[in-house]
């Protein structure tokens, strides 16, 4: 008895001097306040609107007073023969992208971190990392135009002694190629900075030693600068492992048409026509939701591998 | 230590250059240059055709005619100022909002004795794993009222978590002792963060500025999804706009020279090169600022 009057007491000042301190530091709380109060609205409210999944809604009443029809959102996306298509679509694309996009950065910048000559190798980063922040209207303004029946790509094959005249963009066979080397043109570049900047933190003298031994060059980056790159490398498995249900709505938008759709929809893009367009916004939601929960499982398990591997280490 | 590391390097491959390594050397600098020119071949093919007669024949590299009436009848839209307008408008807005809010709210959590840090923590990681997504969203906006509205652009983001938590480390790394002077002469916490935060700040918020306002610039989703009044469309919309207005012209079998006589092909590249040109102009002066940014982000993650 005595003893827990004295904790409630403690409890007591505690929250006591708690608001005091709070008190005190009025000021800094009014430099948070705007912030959260921003995360409150801008996050957590749409957060809260994933109730819409489970919800009926229509335009003329809110999410609140939306009757629950809980899982029925869920089992129409099940026989959803359109959505479907737009999974395979994404997971498609995604995997031809994410496997170029997780090699081709590594290779690159092991080549441009062997370049001897500062000047050339500066050039190279400017050049390599520009794509990097064009938007994708304007990359996909310029691939149609590259893709269309005189544009560069059929000039190029012309001149190689190849005879076609078709544009690109309204064949659905090709899209997922242009989709997904588009993406590659565009990011592998600036996706070695990161590597670049862990090179520059290997230890010279492992170099020297090596060099001293005889080792070839080749022989030196598999045995140092690989090995030394191995957590940044798994973190990027992890990201792309887990970015497999991700699309582009904005490259999806620019470069979708209604020849090449059947092969271009993705889920975003489909969530984005049937929510937006066509107004069915709870099985948007749901389909969403659905996308999403999926994702953090990829991301999880694949985190749980790579630490398996990395000796019981996360990388995240 | 970059340096030292070249040093030895060079003296060492002076010394004992195998046949191997310069074979190396060389195929690897052919191979960059490759990688170079894929990326600027292309673009080049793009500025050069802006320029070329809409009479000119097929080419890759330079055309047979060259000429500006693209440009011309670009620049004799008015609608086309108007986007300038408000994308260089959503841009400097955006930023000066974006760094002011970021950048108060990170001093103040940059403060370890600050109550209920842990809270206001937790709900920004929470923010940056967990979104509501497009339709959800979209919903709030409506019933906000921001549908056409210009603040759509700014308001929604205003707060990053993520460049909040760059701008913390980076505060946190000022040692104390230059504030606690200000403090024993009464000053507030406001006019510390003005008068002492800010000026020793300036590489990482010029970081966090040039990354919100390239982002900025590039938006188009925002306008897709919430502005229907071309009064208010950035340029990225209103390429948008004509890009795939054309598209839609040609997949449906017609031609699209004939269709929008107005938006022509030519007047679409031009358009292009306009709404990318600050892009390509600033962008190699500041490359080392976005370099430093996203290793600060990677590394103090």
Same mark, same amino acid.
């Given at each position: 008895?005595?003893?827990?009057a004295k904790? +409630?007491?403690?409890?007591?000042?505690?929250?006591?001097?708690w608001?005091?301190?709070?008190?005190?530091?009025?000021?800094?709380?009014?430099?948070?306040?705007p912030?959260?109060?921003?995360?409150i609205?801008?996050?957590?409210?749409?957060?809260?609107g994933?109730? #819409?999944?489970?919800?009926?809604?229509s335009?003329?009443s809110?999410?609140?007073d939306?009757?629950?029809?809980?899982?029925?959102n869920?089992?129409?996306?099940l026989? !959803?023969k359109y959505f479907?298509?737009?999974?395979?679509n994404?997971?498609?694309?995604?995997a031809?992208?994410l496997?170029?996009?997780?090699?081709l950065?590594?290779?690159?910048?092991i080549?441009?971190?062997?370049?001897?000559?500062?000047?050339?190798?500066?050039?190279?980063q400017?050049?390599?990392?520009l794509?990097h922040?064009l938007?994708?209207?304007?990359l996909?303004?310029m691939?149609?135009?590259?893709?269309?029946?005189?544009g560069m790509?059929? &000039?190029l #094959?012309?001149m190689?002694?190849?005879?076609?005249?078709t544009?690109?963009?309204?064949?659905?066979?090709?899209?997922?190629s242009?989709?997904s080397?588009?993406?590659?043109?565009?990011?592998?570049g600036?996706g070695?900075?990161?590597?670049?900047?862990?090179m520059s933190?290997? !230890?010279?003298?492992? @170099?020297?030693?090596?060099?001293?031994?005889?080792a070839?060059?080749?022989?030196?980056?598999?045995?140092?600068?690989?090995?030394?790159m191995s957590n940044i490398? %798994?973190?990027?498995?992890?990201?792309?492992v887990?970015?497999l249900?991700?699309?582009?709505?904005?490259?999806?938008l620019?470069?979708?048409n209604s020849q090449?759709?059947?092969?271009a929809?993705v889920?975003?893009s489909?969530v984005?026509?049937?929510? =937006?367009?066509q &107004?069915?916004?709870s *099985?948007a939601?749901?389909?969403?939701?659905?996308?999403?929960?999926?994702?953090?499982?990829?991301?999880?398990i694949?985190n749980l591998?790579?630490?398996k591997?990395?000796d +019981?280490?996360?990388?995240? | 230590?970059m340096?030292?590391?070249?040093?030895?390097?060079?003296?060492l491959?002076?010394v004992?250059?195998t046949? /191997? +390594?310069?074979?190396? $050397?060389?195929?690897n600098?052919i191979?960059?240059?490759l990688?170079?020119?894929?990326?600027?071949i292309?673009m080049?093919?793009?500025?050069?055709?802006?320029?070329?007669?809409?009479n000119a024949t097929s080419?890759?590299?330079?055309?047979?005619?060259?000429?500006?009436? +693209?440009?011309?009848s670009?620049?004799?839209?008015?609608?086309?100022?108007?986007?300038m307008?408000i994308?260089?408008?959503?841009t400097?807005?955006?930023?000066?909002?974006? =760094?002011?809010?970021?950048s108060?709210?990170?001093?103040?959590?940059?403060?370890?004795r600050?109550?209920?840090r842990?809270?206001y923590?937790?709900?920004?990681?929470?923010?940056m794993?967990?979104?509501? /997504?497009?339709?959800p969203? @979209?919903l #709030?906006?409506?019933s906000l009222?921001?549908l056409?509205s210009f603040?759509?652009?700014?308001?929604?983001?205003?707060?990053s *978590?993520? $460049?909040?938590v760059?701008?913390m480390n980076?505060f946190? !790394?000022?040692?104390?002792?230059?504030e606690?002077?200000?403090?024993?002469?009464? %000053?507030?916490d406001?006019?510390?963060f003005?008068?002492?935060?800010?000026?020793?700040?300036?590489?990482?918020?010029?970081t966090?500025g040039?990354?919100?306002?390239v982002?900025?610039?590039? $938006?188009?989703?925002?306008?897709?999804l @919430?502005?229907?009044?071309?009064?208010?469309?950035?340029?990225?919309?209103?390429?948008?706009d004509?890009?795939?207005?054309?598209q839609?012209?040609?997949?449906n079998? #017609?031609n %699209?020279?004939?269709?929008?006589?107005?938006?022509s092909?030519?007047?679409? =590249?031009?358009?292009i090169?306009?709404?990318?040109?600050?892009?390509?102009?600033?962008y190699p002066?500041?490359?080392? @600022?976005f370099?430093?940014?996203?290793?600060l982000?990677a590394?103090?993650?």
């Amino acid at each position: 008895m005595n003893s827990e009057a004295k904790r +409630n007491k403690s409890v007591g000042s505690k929250v006591a001097n708690w608001c005091r301190d709070f008190g005190r530091q009025w000021q800094l709380q009014t430099m948070v306040l705007p912030g959260i109060i921003c995360m409150i609205i801008f996050n957590f409210i749409p957060i809260y609107g994933l109730t #819409l999944a489970f919800k009926s809604y229509s335009v003329t009443s809110t999410i609140q007073d939306s009757p629950w029809v809980g899982m029925q959102n869920f089992q129409t996306i099940l026989q !959803d023969k359109y959505f479907w298509q737009s999974v395979q679509n994404t997971v498609g694309i995604s995997a031809i992208k994410l496997v170029i996009e997780f090699f081709l950065p590594i290779i690159l910048a092991i080549m441009i971190f062997e370049l001897n000559w500062a000047p050339f190798k500066k050039v190279v980063q400017t050049i390599t990392y520009l794509p990097h922040f064009l938007s994708w209207i304007i990359l996909g303004g310029m691939l149609i135009t590259w893709m269309s029946s005189n544009g560069m790509l059929n &000039g190029l #094959l012309n001149m190689l002694g190849f005879n076609i005249h078709t544009n690109h963009m309204l064949n659905a066979g090709g899209y997922w190629s242009i989709a997904s080397l588009s993406d590659v043109w565009k990011e592998a570049g600036w996706g070695t900075i990161l590597y670049l900047a862990t090179m520059s933190k290997i !230890d010279p003298t492992y @170099y020297e030693a090596a060099e001293m031994d005889g080792a070839s060059k080749i022989r030196q980056i598999w045995s140092i600068t690989i090995p030394e790159m191995s957590n940044i490398i %798994a973190l990027n498995l992890i990201l792309s492992v887990s970015g497999l249900f991700n699309s582009n709505l904005d490259q999806t938008l620019v470069l979708m048409n209604s020849q090449n759709q059947p092969k271009a929809e993705v889920i975003n893009s489909y969530v984005y026509r049937v929510g =937006l367009t066509q &107004g069915d916004f709870s *099985y948007a939601t749901a389909v969403g939701l659905g996308v999403g929960i999926i994702s953090v499982v990829l991301l999880t398990i694949t985190n749980l591998v790579t630490k398996k591997l990395n000796d +019981n280490q996360s990388v995240l | 230590m970059m340096l030292s590391k070249k040093q030895t390097k060079s003296n060492l491959s002076k010394v004992r250059k195998t046949k /191997g +390594n310069k074979v190396f $050397d060389v195929v690897n600098v052919i191979l960059m240059t490759l990688f170079s020119l894929i990326i600027l071949i292309p673009m080049w093919n793009i500025v050069i055709s802006s320029f070329a007669d809409k009479n000119a024949t097929s080419f890759v590299f330079w055309p047979s005619k060259l000429s500006i009436a +693209n440009y011309v009848s670009v620049f004799n839209d008015s609608g086309i100022w108007q986007s300038m307008f408000i994308s260089a408008a959503k841009t400097i807005v955006g930023v000066i909002f974006h =760094l002011f809010l970021c950048s108060i709210v990170a001093y103040a959590l940059s403060k370890r004795r600050l109550r209920g840090r842990k809270l206001y923590s937790a709900m920004g990681i929470i923010t940056m794993f967990f979104s509501g /997504g497009m339709i959800p969203t @979209y919903l #709030l906006i409506k019933s906000l009222g921001l549908l056409n509205s210009f603040w759509v652009y700014i308001l929604p983001a205003m707060f990053s *978590y993520y $460049d909040m938590v760059i701008l913390m480390n980076f505060f946190r !790394d000022i040692p104390d002792s230059l504030e606690e002077s200000a403090k024993i002469d009464g %000053a507030s916490d406001w006019k510390i963060f003005f008068s002492i935060i800010v000026p020793l700040s300036k590489p990482a918020l010029a970081t966090i500025g040039l990354f919100h306002g390239v982002w900025q610039w590039n $938006d188009f989703m925002t306008a897709k999804l @919430y502005i229907t009044n071309e009064a208010l469309y950035p340029m990225q919309m209103r390429l948008y706009d004509i890009i795939v207005k054309s598209q839609a012209a040609a997949a449906n079998g #017609l031609n %699209a020279q004939i269709t929008i006589a107005t938006s022509s092909k030519g007047v679409q =590249l031009a358009t292009i090169v306009v709404t990318m040109l600050p892009i390509l102009v600033l962008y190699p002066f500041l490359q080392k @600022y976005f370099v430093t940014g996203t290793m600060l982000g990677a590394v103090k993650e």
